[in-house]
C-alpha cells in the first residue's frame, strides 16, 4: 500500500474508529518541569487537551492512565491508575492493555502537543496481524507514539516480573512492524508528531514561535 492510500480495514462510527482504543499515558511525575507540565499551555491550551483533540479525532474510545485522577476529572474521561506501580511508561501500557475493551490500543504521551491525525491513520492501516507498530527514526525507536496489542502482554509481564521496564525489551517476543523515516515524513516532514516537553524552557520556545 502507498503512502496515503487508506483501505477500510477498520470499522468506523462518525469518521472514529471504534474497534482500537486511545491511550493517553499521563503518569509521569514532571520531574524535569517541575510541576505538571500536562496542564501547562501551547497557545493558551494545554498540552493534554491538545493531544486530546487529535485523538478524539481519529479514536472512539479514548482512556487515560494517570494516578493524579483529581487533576484531569475536568476532561470527562474513563481513567485508570497504575495496576503495578512505579514501573514508568511499561507501567502505563501494561495498565492500559489489561483495562481496555479492544485487542489493540494507540499510546501516546501527555505532553505530545503536535500529534499528526493522517500518521495515526496510516499507522493503524499498517497493523495487519502485528503485534505492536513502532516509528523509527534515525534507528531509535519512538516507544510512546505506537500500537500495542493484548497479545503484548504475557511478554510485558515477563518483563515486569524480571524488574526490567524499559519497553522496547520486550519487542523480540512479539510481531513488530516499524515504520521508517522515509514513511513518517511523507505524513509528517518536520517529526514534529515526537516532539515531547520536558523542560519549562523547551516550552517557552515553542510559545515564542
Same mark, same amino acid.
Not at 482512556?63 to 483529581?70: D, K, S
Not at 523515516?181 to 516550552?203: A, C, G, T, V
Given at each position: 500500500m502507498e503512502p496515503g492510500q487508506r483501505q477500510n480495514k477498520f470499522s468506523f462510527s462518525e469518521h472514529r474508529i471504534k474497534d482500537i482504543s486511545g491511550v493517553i499515558l499521563a503518569g509521569g511525575k514532571s520531574s524535569r518541569f517541575g510541576k505538571n507540565k500536562a496542564l501547562e499551555k501551547i497557545d493558551g491550551v494545554p498540552l493534554i487537551e491538545r493531544v486530546i483533540r487529535v485523538m478524539q479525532s481519529v479514536f472512539q474510545h479514548l482512556?487515560?492512565?494517570?494516578?493524579?485522577?483529581?487533576e484531569y476529572s475536568y476532561l470527562e474521561l474513563?481513567?485508570?491508575?497504575?495496576?503495578?506501580n512505579d514501573l514508568g511508561p511499561l507501567g502505563g501500557v501494561y495498565t492500559a492493555l489489561t483495562v481496555i475493551p479492544n485487542n489493540t490500543g494507540f499510546f501516546v504521551a501527555c505532553d505530545m502537543p503536535f500529534l499528526n491525525r493522517d500518521l495515526i491513520?496510516?499507522?493503524?492501516?499498517?497493523?495487519?496481524?502485528?503485534?505492536?507498530?513502532?516509528?523509527?527514526?534515525?534507528? *531509535?525507536?519512538?516507544?510512546?507514539?505506537?500500537?500495542?496489542?493484548?497479545?503484548?502482554?504475557?511478554? &510485558?509481564?515477563?518483563?515486569?516480573? !524480571? @524488574?526490567k521496564y524499559q519497553i522496547g525489551m520486550f519487542f523480540p517476543e512479539v510481531?513488530?512492524?516499524?515504520?521508517? *523515516?522515509?514513511?513518517?515524513?511523507?505524513?509528517?516532514?518536520?517529526?514534529?508528531?515526537?516532539?515531547? &516537553?520536558?523542560?519549562?524552557?523547551? !516550552? @517557552?520556545?515553542?510559545?515564542?514561535?
Open positions: 482512556i487515560l492512565v494517570t494516578n493524579n485522577p483529581a474513563p481513567m485508570y491508575g497504575d495496576l503495578i491513520l496510516h499507522m493503524v492501516e499498517a497493523l495487519d496481524d502485528f503485534d505492536a507498530i513502532v516509528p523509527r527514526i534515525s534507528g *531509535e525507536l519512538e516507544t510512546l507514539h505506537t500500537l500495542y496489542s493484548k497479545r503484548c502482554l504475557p511478554s &510485558i509481564r515477563r518483563l515486569i516480573d !524480571l @524488574r510481531s513488530v512492524c516499524y515504520i521508517d *523515516e522515509s514513511r513518517i515524513r511523507y505524513f509528517d516532514p518536520e517529526l514534529k508528531s515526537f516532539i515531547n &516537553i520536558n523542560k519549562p524552557q523547551e !516550552l @517557552r520556545r515553542i510559545n515564542k514561535r
